[in-house]
C-alpha cells in the first residue's frame, strides 16, 4: 500500500511540498486475565466428554451401539470428530489458564507434563480406540481402513493443537512482573511479543495494538519481551523474543 502524503507550504521556498502522513493507530485496552481455575475445570469437563465419545465409539465397534438411521462408518466418524473436538478445546482452555497462573519450571519434568496434559489426554482419547479398530475382526475391511486414518489423522491434528510451543514459568511471570511492576506493555494483533513502548521500531506496520499489565500480555499469548525495548531500557533477568537476557 503507498504511503499516505500531505501538501504543505514550504517555508523556506514557498512551494507546495508533499510529506508523509503518519498513520492514526488504534489502541484499545486488554481484556481481564479471568479465572485460571475456572477455565481448567472447563478444560476438564471438556476432556471427560471427549472419553465419553470415545468410549461410544468403542461401543460401536464391539457393536453395543447402533444408530439404525446412521451407517457404522458413519458413526465413528461422528464420534471421533466430537472427540477431537472436546480435546482442542479443552487444551486451548488449559493453556490459557496456565498462561494466567503458571506452575514452577523447577521439575522439568512436571512442567512439561502439567504444560501439555492436553497432549496427553489426546493420546488417551484416540490410542485405545484405534487398537480396538485394528484388531477388531467385525468391521469391514472399508470401514476399518477408512476409520482408522480418520482416528490417525485426528489424533495428529489434536496432539498439535494441543501442545504449547510457547510455555510460561511462575519464575518468568515473577521475573517479568518485578522488572514491569505496574507499568502498561503493548502488543499487536499477530504479534508475538510484548514491548514496553508503543512507538517501537517493530510496530511500525501494526494499525491495532492492545495495552494492559504484563500479566495481561502473559495471558494473552504474549509471554516474551520484545529484544528491542529490553535494550533501550536496558531490562535485564526477562526472557525476550532474542534470548533471555543476563
Given at each position: ?15 507546495e ?86 506452575v ?19 493420546v ?15 468391521l ?25 510451543f ?78 533471555q537476557?543476563?
Amino acid at each position: 500500500m503507498a504511503e499516505k502524503k500531505k501538501r504543505i507550504i514550504s517555508a523556506d521556498s514557498g512551494k507546495e511540498i508533499e510529506t508523509p502522513v503518519k498513520k492514526e493507530r488504534k489502541v484499545k485496552e486488554a481484556a481481564p486475565v479471568g479465572n485460571a481455575g475456572g477455565l481448567r475445570i472447563g478444560a476438564v469437563v471438556l476432556w471427560v466428554l471427549a472419553i465419553v465419545m470415545e468410549v461410544l465409539a468403542l461401543l460401536v465397534v464391539l457393536g453395543k451401539v447402533d444408530l439404525k438411521f446412521m451407517d457404522t462408518l458413519y458413526q465413528l466418524i461422528a464420534f471421533l470428530v466430537l472427540d477431537l473436538a472436546f480435546v482442542i478445546i479443552g487444551a486451548q482452555l488449559w493453556k490459557k489458564a496456565n498462561h494466567i497462573d503458571p506452575v514452577s519450571e523447577a521439575n522439568k519434568v512436571k512442567f512439561w507434563l502439567w504444560n501439555n496434559m492436553g497432549v496427553i489426554v489426546c493420546v488417551v482419547a484416540f490410542v485405545p480406540v484405534i487398537i480396538l479398530m485394528l484388531t477388531n475382526k467385525n468391521l469391514d475391511k472399508k470401514t476399518k481402513t477408512i476409520a482408522v486414518v480418520v482416528a490417525i489423522i485426528a489424533m495428529l491434528i489434536g496432539g498439535v493443537f494441543s501442545y504449547d510451543f510457547n510455555p510460561v514459568s511462575e519464575e518468568q511471570q515473577q521475573a517479568a512482573i518485578t522488572a514491569l511492576g505496574d507499568e502498561n506493555v503493548f502488543w499487536s494483533r499477530f504479534g508475538k511479543v510484548y514491548h514496553t513502548h508503543d512507538d517501537c521500531q517493530s510496530l511500525n506496520q501494526s494499525e491495532v495494538l492492545t495495552y494492559g499489565t504484563v500479566e495481561q500480555a502473559i495471558a494473552a499469548n504474549r509471554t516474551r519481551l520484545c529484544a528491542f525495548c529490553a535494550k533501550n531500557d536496558n531490562i535485564t533477568g526477562v526472557v525476550t523474543d532474542g534470548a533471555q537476557t543476563e
